[in-house]
């Protein structure tokens, strides 16, 4: 299986900066790798796959990067509806699993 | 617009079975070509795929739920549902449904990300 390492954990942030966060890989994924946003209570959000590619709707300040085992999501300029939970997900190991990182809260 | 929404008890004791089903609008379960997975996050702890089950009902299981876990769909209903057996606390979660994007490559399979997402639902198993 596949380890996705997140960090930081937690990474605060003040509006209007710049955030990065990484997603390290176990092994190559090659650029199998997608980012989500999660916020309590609400539906998980897609905003890159394929390390790059931003999804339908996403604002370009979210800009995903890397491949082989070292991935990060830049967010520009943190807006306040920014502030969440942001996940990273393999899935070029499926079969048997994707998997997924454990997390960086992005905090004011 | 694809819209997804998970349903089901909240509190399940142990040792029981948690059922959950995913309610589609939008599209149709059986659609070709459309994938549908279940992924859950425990309290601290990052996501976990559970599953997948195709627009034909083939379904992949995660190695490690795989005794435990059974997937399929309910075309009249236009749903997903899962069964989880044998529950302990362990598996406390906040579950959701998505549609699995999946492409075929020809030199490395089927793969694919998640979207969209139901908005999840929490199941606590204690007595």
């Known amino acids: 299986e596949v380890v996705m390492t997140q960090s930081p954990a937690t990474l605060s942030v003040s509006p209007g900066e710049r955030a990065t966060l990484s997603c390290r890989a176990s092994q190559s994924v090659s650029s199998d790798v997608a980012w989500y946003q999660l916020k309590p209570g609400q539906a998980p959000r897609l905003l890159i796959y394929a390390a790059s590619i931003r999804a339908p709707g996403v604002p370009a300040t979210f800009s995903g990067s890397g491949s082989g085992t070292e991935f990060t999501l830049t967010i520009s300029s943190l807006q306040s509806e920014d502030f969440a939970v942001y996940s990273c997900h393999q899935y070029n190991d499926w079969p048997p699993a994707p998997t997924f990182g454990g997390g960086t809260k992005v905090e004011i | 617009q694809l819209q997804l929404q998970e349903s089901g008890p909240g509190l399940v004791k142990p040792s029981e079975t948690l059922s959950l089903t995913c309610s589609v609008s939008?599209?149709?379960?059986?659609?070709?070509?459309?994938?549908w997975g279940w992924v859950r996050q425990s309290p601290g702890k990052g996501l976990e795929w559970i599953a997948t089950?195709?627009?034909?009902?083939?379904?992949y299981y995660s190695p490690s739920l795989k005794s435990r876990v059974t997937v399929s769909l309910d075309t009249s209903k236009n749903s997903l549902s899962l069964r989880l057996t044998s529950v302990t606390a362990t598996d406390t979660a906040i579950y959701y449904c998505?549609?699995?994007?999946?492409?075929?490559?020809?030199?490395?399979?089927?793969?694919?990300?998640?979207?969209?997402w139901g908005q999840g639902t929490l199941v606590t198993v204690s007595s």
């Open positions: 998505a549609r699995h994007v999946l492409f075929y490559y020809e030199d490395s399979g089927s793969k694919g990300w998640f979207d969209p």
């Open positions: 089950i195709s627009y034909a009902g083939f379904a």
């Open positions: 939008g599209g149709s379960v059986s659609s070709d070509s459309y994938y």
